[in-house]
């Protein structure tokens, strides 16, 4: 099994080729975003406790240490969707000369989604938007 | 894959091969439902709604029928590719055919699980 392993990795660390790197993170974000999906069900769950319970784990989920932690998860989330496109595309045959080209531009435009998000927590963070 | 890594792997080609059709198929399938469908979620729980995220606010939105269906939903096609992509992991380890059966029964388990764990978490919410 170690030998598998190590060939798959191979080609991220000693070959050094980029695609193999976005393999390599689509699955890792794929598995922390499982972890994520659990801890959510979890803190969903709380409503069986109560409005009193719900609320107070939620507010306190609400403050600038976790939000950092959020714009953790869109980066997460963003990147794992928009590399997943490129993966179809590339499937599809589509795009065979220019794969690197989609890579950057889909990491452009990712990139500009994470932007996004983040500023609006930021704004949140600051009270301007409820 | 390269050549190396393709030598050891002497019967097992690909992820592709090894996963089977369909749930090469559906993984690519429920991604892009995902985009669409988690991309509403995020923009319905955040600015569908004014304050921050309380159980009052919270009820608001699930009480409809509408949105308690749609969260329940999209937990079920995230669960299957969660799970899924999953699968498609362990695989790549090499599993000989039984314990790929095992491990089919124990994901299946496991999801149906998480959809009920998570059902269960938004039953209160229907107000």
């Given at each position: 099994m170690n030998g598998i392993i190590q060939n798959l990795f191979q080609d991220v660390v000693?070959?050094?080729k980029i695609g193999m790197w976005a393999w390599l993170l689509q699955r890792l974000t794929g598995v922390l975003l499982a972890l994520y999906l659990f801890a959510h069900l979890t803190v969903i769950s709380y409503s069986q406790r109560g409005a009193g319970p719900f609320d107070r784990l939620s507010l306190s989920i609400q403050t600038p240490g976790w939000y950092a932690l959020d714009i953790a998860l869109i980066v997460g989330i963003v990147f794992h969707g928009l590399n997943g496109i490129r993966i179809i595309a590339v499937e599809f045959g589509a795009m065979a000369r220019a794969q690197k080209a989609w890579l950057f531009g889909m990491g452009a435009i990712g990139l500009v989604i994470v932007i996004f998000g983040v500023l609006g927590i930021v704004q949140k963070m600051m009270g301007h938007v409820s | 894959m390269s050549p190396a890594a393709q030598s050891h792997l002497s019967t097992q080609h690909s992820a592709l091969s090894t996963q089977g059709m369909w749930p090469w198929v559906l993984q690519r399938f429920s991604g892009v439902l995902i985009l669409g469908l988690l991309g509403l979620h995020f923009w319905v729980t955040h600015f569908g709604t004014?304050?921050?995220?309380t159980f009052e606010n919270v009820v608001e939105r699930v009480r409809l029928p509408l949105w308690f269906h749609f969260d329940v939903a999209l937990l079920a096609v995230i669960i299957y590719h969660a799970l899924n992509g999953t699968r498609t992991i362990i695989l790549d380890f090499g599993l000989t055919p039984w314990k790929t059966r095992v491990m089919d029964c124990c994901l299946v388990v496991l999801g149906l699980a998480m959809l009920v764990f998570g059902s269960w978490g938004l039953l209160p919410f229907r107000g």
């Open positions: 000693k070959n050094k | 004014a304050g921050p995220v």
